[in-house]
């Protein structure tokens, strides 16, 4: 009984310090879906917009509530985590496929879904550096682009 109390024990610690990721997995299992990882993306920017506001409103009060600023600090970066993790997990590791340079096309194509990833990625990491809302709209701007341009490849 007390082995099966450690153990327990055990696996509800190890429990607490597991980082999940919910990129997807990295074997090839072929059940994918694209359109709903950029609907988390939207839905990253429109937390990352919101905590941004946030931060502004309570940083202009007398009597500022850095307990919850800290909150909203904290969400803010968390969700642009998230934006950088399906960025890197799910379509650079995954999803987008790498071209011959031979084909001028498909190269070309390749190219610039990679740089609008990139993009992504570091409007990402802009957006926990501040509370710059010109940010959140760069990121709006960069995932209507590269939606155009991956659904378009990819032809859903």
Known sequence: MKTLINS???????????????AH???????????????L???HITTI?????????????????????????????EHAKKIQDIVSEYFLHQRIKIKDVA???AYAAYTN???????????????KQTTDLSYVQ??????HTFEHAYFDDHKH
Not at 15 to 20: A, I, K, V
Not at 25 to 39: A, L, N
Not at 113 to 127: D, F, G, R
């Open 138 to 143: 760069k990121l709006r701007d960069t995932l």
């Open 103 to 105: 084909d001028e096309k």
């Open 41 to 43: 993306i939207y839905e």
């Open 113 to 127: 879904q990679l740089v609008l990833l990139h993009q992504l990625s570091v409007y990402a990491m802009k957006c």
């Open 8 to 22: 327990l024990a055990l696996l509800f610690t190890l429990g607490l310090f597991t980082q999940n990721s919910f």
């Open 49 to 77: 917009e919101k905590s941004m506001k946030e931060i502004t409103e309570l940083s202009k009060s007398k009597t500022v509530d850095y307990n919850q600023m800290v909150r909203w600090v904290m969400n803010k970066e």
């Open 25 to 39: 997995c990295e074997i090839p299992c072929g059940i994918y879906d694209d359109s709903t990882r950029v609907v």
